[in-house]
C-alpha cells in the first residue's frame, strides 16, 4: 500500500507551500484522484489520519474529487468514459485510444484557517 507514503508526501508539499503564509491551520485538503490512477481513493483515505500527525494538518478534513477515465478513439474520435466502456469505443470497437484523463493526483485545493 503506498498510499501512505502519498499521505506523508503530500503533507510536506501542503506545509511547504505554507510555511511563510502565517496560516494557522490548515482546514480541508481536495485532492484530485484519477479514476485509473494507481492510488485506491479508500486506502488513501484510509492512511490520511497519518497526515494529522504534523501539527498544521491536525485536524485537517480530507475531500476527494474522482476524475473520470476519459479516452478519444484514435480509430474513430469518439470520446467516452474507458472504465463504463472496458477500454473499448463504443462507437466501433476499437481498443486504440488516446487517454485524456482519468490518471490524476493533485493537491486541488488546501482551505486554511
Sequence with gaps: MHELGLVF??????????????????????MEIGEISSVVPHYFESCFPAARERPLLRDAKLEMNIIPAVGRCRNCGVTFPIVENKGYCPDCGSFDKELLSGREFNIKEVRVR
Design 9 to 30: 508526501e503530500m503533507a510536506k508539499v501542503i506545509e511547504e507551500a505554507l510555511v511563510d503564509e502565517n496560516v494557522e491551520a490548515v482546514d480541508t485538503v481536495v
